[in-house]
């Protein structure tokens, strides 16, 4: 199987801005992909962080990053990205990309982390700091 393969993170102050990006093959990101975000900080669980089914369609997002962040999809279909702006030292994370083959109306957080299909990405650290 194709790898995803996560870059971009790294090192800002708060308020400062990044830009991550998933990369796979276009046939990943295009057979009923539903495709996530998703982050987990030392000592804590990892939660989803936003969601978009492939073609840019549905992006939803978690609360915590709602307005801040935005999940866009390259128009090859090879890359998503997850633009961060207005970082603060809680969005701390290592960031995965997750893909799984799912219906459009069930490509939400909660239902892409449960997939079993799901495929994940090695991470890309996030550093805020104040």
């Known amino acids: 199987q194709v790898p995803l393969v996560e870059s971009g993170g790294g090192s800002v102050q708060v308020g400062g801005s990044l830009r991550l990006s998933c990369v796979a093959s276009?046939?990943?990101?295009?057979?009923?992909?539903?495709i996530g975000w998703f982050r987990q900080a030392p000592g804590k669980e990892r939660e989803g962080v936003a969601t978009?089914?492939?073609?840019?369609?549905?992006?939803l997002y978690a609360e915590s990053v709602k307005d801040r962040f935005a999940i866009s999809q390259s128009s090859d279909k090879t890359t998503v990205y997850l633009q961060m702006n207005s970082l603060q030292p809680e969005d701390t994370a290592t960031y995965y990309c997750?893909?799984?083959?799912?219906?459009?109306?069930?490509?939400?957080?909660?239902?892409?982390?449960?997939?079993?299909?799901?495929?994940w990405g090695q991470g890309t650290v996030v550093t805020v700091s104040s």
């Open positions: 997750a893909v799984a083959s799912l219906s459009p109306w069930v490509c939400k957080l909660d239902s892409l982390r449960a997939a079993s299909s799901a495929r």
């Open positions: 978009i089914y492939t073609g840019g369609i549905n992006p």
């Open positions: 276009a046939f990943t990101f295009t057979n009923n992909a539903c």
